[in-house]
């Protein structure tokens, strides 16, 4: 899951940002609304954590100016301006959540998580595929009931072809679920997650559609199933 | 308390009604004599008559007591009496009291005739005296319906002003009432502008300034609000960065580990610091005396401040200081002084171009000590210079908390300095001004 954190207190931002990459999410950090928009335009972000007092404007219009290009990002307010008037400007500007500081890193990450569950219309967090359950929150992943051990890039990668449920993904794309923006990526790196998580859940896991991308692979209701 | 209303109308009523009762008492004591004056005239006129009446009957029978007084047609409450100049009554109307009415001379006269007031006018003529007489009481009873005839119109026009007293009271009060009912209409907290229609030219300057009052109330509010909302937010984002610091090295080990806790460790200091300045210009606001009796020269108040700014490295601030500079100790408490120049070094420190020098200019002119702060950054742009004291006003991305110059700012204020900020391309130079004791005598010793 890849997070775009718009904080201009360096102090606080490095500590949003290990907190969060300690619970597995991938994050970049800007510290500038024109840096927010460079960065939006440039990769894909499954969630934005936009703080309100930003240094060169006001985190409040950047984000209306987010909707009004239709952007829907899902976006969560961290803030330290607590009044009711601030909540409801913050809501009624387009932002999905809202939290105060100082907050609980725990907390922080579980309402990401339920953003972008809301996002992909589920209600519940742990998200099936058949045999094949995977918890977001807790970044543990089941094959028919038996735990399964990946590392945080299989983790991110399988939870971008399990969020994007049957939809084909570029290279690209999961790429950038997977991997920061500042991240060194070797060239076949994700050809190397792919291949691990096929050994591990299956070869039938994930489809390659040739000349496009990747894809979730058809449910599997047993472990044979999915080995074909 | 008794409402205007009431009280107007008491008062002018109770005016109107003595006035009133002043000019009746005045005008029915003039009538009276008027009405005594003409009956008087009555008498006196009656008894020419009779006398005339007399010459014409030319009577052969002087002496008898043939006169029919009848005859002399003397209306009848009037008592009528001929008698001779010796006392011998010759005639008289039938309703004169049977003892003689006459007096000896001529003239009006007062007389009690069996227990009845009588008042009588005596004409001598020829060898006759006639006498004429009122009752008193009948006169009374004429002056009683002369007086009620006269007071009743009074009383009901006085009755009448009361009520259009009352009436056009009530009117003339009614923009005031309309006030009172929007000011009783409004929340406790509200600050809206009243709105009353329709006052007169005397209350406009009341409302206009009512509503200039709510409009400072809810500024001075705003102000506040804004205040303690930054104030937060100055306190809040250390701690959130301690604390989100201090939860990532619960979640980590190792080499992340030690740099959270050292980040939560930065997150603390920033804290106190924020915290050391906020309550730093309460107190200074407040009226908390900071006079600890220790005399501090401008040379000193200059070391100390540099030595607390500069956090060992105090290469990083270059002290000039002109020649001749006074040694009087400075007016204000030492503590006061070192603080501002403290937060301006601090300030020029932050601001200052990487590689270069804080310079402190410091010279005494005529019984002040003027601290003269340099930076080599980039300045301040000029709309901006205004905010520079205010609280939590920051450029950018600085690092501070926004209170240091408001720190400066009240010290000045409380202590009788001045301060100018003079902002060119290539830095910003402050100029603190802080007077010396027995500025009367700029020394040089």
Known sequence: ?????CEDDDLIASGIVAGLDAQGLTVDLVATASAARAMLAAAHFDVMVLDLGLPDEDGLKLLRQLRQQGIELPVLILTARDTVTDRVDGLQAGADDYLLKPFDLRELSARLHTLIRRMAGRSVNVIAHGCLTYDPSSREARLAGQPVDLSRREQALLHALLHNHGRVMSGEQLKDCVYGFGDEV????????????RRKLGGGVIETVRGLGYRLGPAGHDTENLAQ | MMSLRLRLSLTLG????????????WMLLDLRMQMM??????LAASARMVAGLMDQMEMPEQQGSG?????????????????????????????TPQSPLTADESGYRDQVINGESWRSFTLTHGEVRITTADRQQERDVLGRSVLLAASVPVLVALLGSLAVLWFVIGQGLAPLNRMRDALKRRNADSLEPLDVPGLPNELQ?????QNQLFQRIAQTLERERRLTGDAAHELRSPLTAIKTHLQVAQMTEGASRDKALAHAEEGADRMHRTLEQLLLLARVEGSLSFDDGVLCDAEKVARLAIH?????NEQCIELIITPQVSTAPVEMPAVLAIAALRNLLDNALRHTAANTRVQLTLQTVAGQAHFLVRDHGAGIPEPDLDKLTQRFWRTGTSPGAGLGLAIVQAIVLRCACSLRFDSQSDGLRVELQMPLQGSSSPGTA
């Open chain 1, 1 to 5: 899951m890849h997070v775009l954190l």
């Open chain 1, 186 to 197: 070797e060239s076949n790196a994700l050809n190397v997650h792919i291949h691990h998580l």
């Open chain 2, 14 to 25: 109770g005016a109107f009604i003595l006035i009133w009762i002043l000019a009746a008492a």
């Open chain 2, 37 to 42: 004056d003409s009956l008087d005239q009555r």
């Open chain 2, 67 to 95: 006169i029919n007084a009848e005859r002399l047609a003397v209306s009848s409450p009037m008592a009528c009496e001929v008698s001779s100049l010796r006392g011998e009554i010759l005639a008289r109307s039938h309703n």
């Open chain 2, 205 to 209: 300057p009341l409302l206009k300034t």
């Open chain 2, 308 to 312: 607390d700014a500069a956090h060992g």
